[in-house]
């Protein structure tokens, strides 16, 4: 009997999270139990996710931020399908590809001037690693500065950067030099530790994943000419932000930054070959690749594969084609608006704050007495639990799939594709409206949900039981 995939999909679909409990992280599996996510998709299309019912389910999580262009778009497929048939060469690495050039073109000609030279991996923690390394050849210096609360990936250089316990604990000692984070808007800290001349490079995401937090002044310029009087490289990883999220092509232009290198990953290929970049300054890009002998000082097999180029060259092409950073940039405002307006209702909503479609809805405790109990039950537990019981709501009630922002924070984080219209936002806010209404039923369906949640942290303590997944 032959390889037929088809086949193999109809007959095992539904056997998702045995398998994976079997053989893969059963950790996760059970957490995912316990918040009500061990939903089975069947398929996928644009903004939406459809169950082996196809009953649809609103993404307004885009795989992380991967599915800027909406899921299974058909001009990324069918670059995927003409790279089949053209039966390319691929990957034989001692040569110069086409795609590979053609994607760094059309990279470059979307970043500012400065930013002209591209170097293609497979993720976004491997960009961050291969960034670190850019700085440290091109300074000299051994040291870096991240912000409290980033998030740059998982990998052992990339995780030195953050300070979260949370992604950290198990993993210790981190790298050597990784030690200095400084609070958004602490601009002082910075000038103190930059003033040492010792910092290969200071590195921000332009608007946290976690929070969706960003400087309330000018910190970032005061920072990006500390950064250049004190001979300190800018690194803006825009692994989330980049690529039309924010409602710019790259987050660091709300601030009119100059960045001396920035990172991309996640939408970059369109969602279905991974896919990550580096984009320096030429100077920058060279300091590393120096010499003849260290041509491929720093390389990865697979980072300039044809499939992923390909894909990359569509997403982009289909990012200005559908107008979609434009799109970001409308949506994003009306839809803040609409969840604003909620305040006036729900107690519980303290800020909406985000750029584009990247937003964040912090709660805060509601002022009436009885959803005070609950909340100040909850959060005895955990801080996380009252946004963990809306995110279960939202898909378990409304069908509609979002996530929480980061470890203990009271803050739902939305990432829709940025393709959504109005239809999606009504759906959106009609959801959470009624879900943070049902919260008043105190005790109350929801508040049952609350009650598991605090059974399941109770025992995760004791030991043996997961808590709920947090990613960025
Ligand atoms: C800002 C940021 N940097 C880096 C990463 C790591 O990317 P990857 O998961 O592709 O390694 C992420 C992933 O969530 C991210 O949001």
Aim: one cysteine or more.
């Amino acid at each position: 009997m032959g390889f037929d995939l088809k086949e193999i999909v109809a007959a095992r679909l539904g056997e998702n999270y045995q398998l994976h409990e079997q053989h893969l992280n059963r950790t996760l599996v059970a957490a995912q139990r316990v918040i009500g996510f061990d939903k089975v998709y069947a398929r996928a299309e644009g903004a939406y996710l459809y169950d082996m019912d196809d009953v649809p389910y609103l993404d307004f999580l885009s795989g992380y931020s991967v599915y800027n262009i909406g899921r299974n778009h058909p001009v990324a497929q069918q670059a995927i399908r003409d790279v089949l048939d053209l039966d390319l060469p691929n990957m034989v690495q001692m040569d110069c590809s086409l795609l590979s050039g053609l994607l760094a073109e059309a990279i470059t000609k979307r970043t500012p001037a400065h930013l002209d030279a591209v170097f293609f991996c497979n993720s976004g923690t491997e960009a961050m690693e291969g960034a670190l390394k850019f700085a440290r050849a091109a300074t000299g210096r051994k040291r870096f500065i991240s912000i409290e609360g980033a998030f740059h990936g998982l990998s052992l250089g990339a995780l030195s950067l953050m300070g979260c316990e949370s992604f950290t604990e198990g993993f210790g000692p981190l790298m050597d030099g990784f030690e200095t984070r400084v609070a958004l808007d602490d601009i002082s800290a910075l000038e103190h530790e930059l003033a040492k001349r010792d910092v290969a490079a200071f590195v921000i995401e332009p608007l946290q994943g976690k929070g969706c937090k960003s400087p309330k002044g000018d910190f970032y310029m005061r920072a990006q000419e500390l950064c250049r009087r004190h001979g300190t490289l800018l690194i803006a990883d825009e692994i989330q932000t980049g690529l039309g999220r924010t409602g710019k092509m790259f987050g660091f232009q709300h601030w009119k930054l100059e960045p001396d290198i920035i990172t991309l990953a996640k939408t970059l290929s369109g969602g279905y070959v991974p896919c990550g970049a580096i984009i320096a300054r030429r100077s920058v890009y060279q300091k590393t690749f120096s010499r003849m002998d260290r041509c491929v000082v720093h390389s990865t097999t697979f980072g300039r594969n044809n499939l992923a180029m390909a894909c990359g060259l569509a997403a982009l092409q289909v990012i200005d084609d559908e107008k979609l950073i434009e799109n970001a940039e409308t949506m994003g405002a009306l839809l803040m608006q609409r969840i604003d307006a909620l305040r006036a209702k729900h107690s519980s909503i303290k800020e909406v704050r985000g750029k584009g479609l990247m937003i964040a809805i912090e709660f805060q405790e509601p002022t009436e007495f009885k959803l005070k109990l609950g909340w100040r039950l909850l959060h005895k537990v955990d801080k996380v639990l009252f946004a963990q019981m809306v995110v279960t709501q939202m898909l378990s009630k409304h069908r509609i799939l979002t996530q929480v922002a980061g470890h203990a924070m009271d803050v739902l984080k939305i990432l829709p594709p940025l393709i959504i219209r109005e239809r999606e936002i009504d759906m959106f806010v009609h959801a959470l409206d009624d879900v943070l209404t049902e919260c008043r039923r105190f005790p109350g369906p929801m508040w049952e949900i609350g009650n598991n949640f605090v059974r399941h942290a109770l025992r995760s303590r004791k030991g043996g039981e997961p808590r709920p997944p947090v990613p960025a």
